[in-house]
Nanobody, 127 residues
């Protein structure tokens, strides 16, 4: 499957953005899809994920974004979204989507858990 991330941009602190991860060559409902982000000079960190439909499409979020970010999937559009509200300066990063067909019982919060990756989209929050 090929992933295409889009929708990043610049926003003021407290604002909202929605980034998208569109898939081709595969059906995203059969994959667990995750969002990670990487700020300059830092390692790529887990933001959240949505399980495949067979796993009830359950979601998991990093503590730093819980209550502000929401992951959803539109099966008709074969796209996963990351809705980001109340954005803060520290949310500034390149956001990447990753996907895997593997069924793992663990939380799947490591980059090693994902095989397919999109190219990333920049989100910049000004204070």
């Amino acid at each position: 499957v090929q992933l295409q991330a889009s929708g990043g941009g610049s926003v003021q602190s407290g604002g909202s953005l929605r980034v998208s991860c569109a898939a081709s060559g595969g059906t995203l409902s059969r994959y667990t899809t995750a969002w990670f982000r990487q700020a300059p000079g830092k390692e790529r960190e887990f933001v959240g994920n949505i399980r495949r439909s067979l796993s009830s499409s359950t979601t998991r979020y990093a503590d730093s974004v819980k209550g502000r970010f929401t992951i959803s999937r539109d099966n008709a559009k074969n796209t996963v979204y990351l809705q980001m509200n109340n954005l803060q300066f520290e949310d500034t990063a390149v956001y990447y989507c990753g996907a895997t067909e593997r069924h793992v019982l663990g939380p799947m919060i490591s980059t090693d858990d994902y095989y397919y990756w999109g190219q990333g989209t920049q989100v910049t929050v000004s204070s």
